[in-house]
């Protein structure tokens, strides 16, 4: 059975996650959870971790620019002040 999507819990674990507490699999499911639900980064100010979080991912090739380009298209996407 597949959980639903808790907010909270997904918080937890990002912070696990930013610890190197994950390990690429729980990592994966984690970005989707948060590709999801953007309203857990925003909610928490965790954009910025997540940004960068991503960016070192990317640079050490474990995740596709592609992956990136589309988040920030997200971040973006979600701000509708500027
Ligand atoms: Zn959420």
């Known amino acids: 059975m597949r959980k639903s ?3 909270k819990d997904v918080v937890s674990q990002f912070n696990l996650m ?3 507490e994950l390990n690429p699999k729980e990592e994966q499911n984690m970005m989707c959870e ?3 639900c953007m ?3 925003q ?3 965790l954009e910025e971790k997540y940004r960068k979080f991503i960016q070192e991912r990317v640079q050490k090739k474990s995740c596709p620019s592609s ?3 589309s988040l920030k298209n997200k971040f973006e996407q979600s ?3 500027d």
Do not use: M
Request: charged share 25%.
């Open 18 to 20: 930013l610890d190197g």
């Open 67 to 69: 992956f990136l380009s």
């Open 43 to 45: 909610e928490y100010n």
């Open 39 to 41: 309203h857990c980064l």
């Open 34 to 36: 948060l590709q999801r």
């Open 79 to 81: 701000k509708d002040i």
């Open 5 to 7: 999507h808790n907010c």
